[in-house]
């Protein structure tokens, strides 16, 4: 049957991985949503505060085991010839990969133990850390990236919401639990939903042929792998470090009420950024044989080849700037606060798809240390802006640093692309 299914999605393989990729954020990040909407409605904004606090630490930690491994698996599965998919070349790499997570996960685990002998922990804090650390571990060995190489990144994107998914049905049953309860529950929902996905993922590879295998690599190679890992992390990780940042400025400028209010609306321009992510990633490989094949008009071709995602974002943006100004005269007084910073914040999701646009063309190019150079340049506008504004703007402060930091992001990313074409 799994076989059918990739010839299936051979056949149609942009439209049915938009599709999957949709139908998974629907069942993960859309879950998350609906079950913070219900806390919102309910007026429970500590435990969306709290929640949203620790599954974006959470979600961070992941994101540092991940290591930019998704896209170098795909980039490396992309550029391969049929030969070298069907040999250990592939799996080798894999492996080399893997060793390096699960380095990077027990790290992580060591910084957990010695955490509380220097910070005293919340029950809350302290159960979801010891319950959801085992993600870090099954997540160092999945395999989207060889899925997304392969063109099915629909499959890898309906794994990967499974922890989405298991995270939005706890924080529902945690509503009346008492603290250390709550943190339990929601820290072993995060552990089973990464098992799970991580699970599927290898499942369907070994069924469609990809036989699944480890093989012993050298320490040579996986710190090959791992310097690759944290150049395309270091893309990444500024911008994360920098919304977490802003979340501690809001907690100690705006208090824990209005923190929950931005985290709500970080939710919906988060989840539209990550609707235009799964269109990015469908159009990845396409990309990057578009950009070796035209290596001379890089702005254009990524442009072009990405137009699709860059068009999704400004309808969203238009559609939230209209809900967000009928919020103003609708709804509880919770919602109304919603209304007006959002309505700025929608202006965000059209200066984040395009940064993400050339920031994957950088990628596709293999230049990591550029993007890693653009990434830390952006964070660093955007916590300065957001100290300077926080003051005098409050919630929409942020919202002003995320478009002036973009504009600046953007302008430097023009500038290395004219400069590797003018060295060619």
């Known amino acids: 049957m799994l076989t059918k299914l990739k010839k299936i999605f051979a056949a149609n393989s942009k439209l049915l991985n938009f599709i999957s990729l949709a139908v998974g954020y629907g069942m993960g990040q859309g879950a998350i949503f609906l079950a913070q909407t219900y806390l919102i409605v309910q007026g429970e904004l500590d435990l969306l505060a709290k929640f949203g606090l620790h599954f974006s630490f959470a979600t961070f930690a992941i994101m540092i085991v991940e290591s930019g491994s998704i896209i170098s698996l795909a980039r490396h599965v992309a550029l391969a010839d049929h030969h070298e998919r069907d040999s250990s070349h592939i799996w080798g790499k894999f492996s080399e990969v893997s060793a390096f997570r699960c380095t990077l996960a027990g790290l992580i685990l060591i910084a957990a133990i ?96 990809c036989k699944v295998r480890l093989i012993m690599p050298c320490l040579a190679n996986v710190l090959i792998a791992g310097r690759e890992g944290l150049s395309l992390l270091g893309s990444t990780l500024p911008g994360q470090v920098y919304f977490r940042i802003q979340l501690t400025i809001s907690n100690m400028w705006l208090g824990a009420d209005m923190t929950a209010l931005f985290i709500y609306i970080k939710q919906i321009i988060v989840g539209v950024a990550q609707v235009t992510g799964l269109v990015r990633r469908v159009e990845f490989p396409e990309l990057i044989r578009q950009l070796k094949n035209n290596p001379d008009r890089p702005v254009s071709t990524i442009w072009q080849v990405q137009i699709r995602g860059t068009q999704f974002a400004g309808t969203a943006a238009l559609v939230i700037f209209v809900l967000a100004f009928a919020a103003n005269f609708f709804g509880t007084d919770v919602i109304n606060s919603l209304g007006k910073p959002l309505m700025l914040f929608s202006v965000t999701t059209v200066t984040g798809a395009i940064i993400l646009a050339f920031s994957q063309g950088l990628a596709g190019l293999g230049r990591y240390t550029d993007l890693f150079t653009r990434s830390i340049l952006m964070s660093i506008l955007g916590v300065v802006l957001s100290v300077m504004l926080v003051p005098i703007f409050g919630i929409y402060a942020f919202a002003l640093a995320d478009i002036g930091a973009a504009a600046i992001s953007l302008a430097t990313i023009f500038y290395l692309l004219a400069r590797m074409r003018e060295t060619r």
């Open 114 to 209: 010695c955490t509380p002998f220097f910070v005293t922990l919340s029950p809350f804090t302290r159960n979801y850390i010891y319950f959801g650390l085992p993600a870090c571990f099954f997540w160092a060995l999945n395999g989207a990236g060889i899925l997304d190489g392969l063109k099915l990144s629909g499959i890898s994107g309906l794994s990967g919401s499974l922890p989405h998914g298991m995270s939005a049905i706890a924080l529902i049953l945690a509503l009346n639990l008492p603290e250390d309860a709550a943190g339990m529950v929601l820290g072993s929902a995060l552990s089973i939903g990464y098992l799970l996905a991580t699970v599927l993922q290898l499942t369907v590879l070994q069924a469609i042929g």
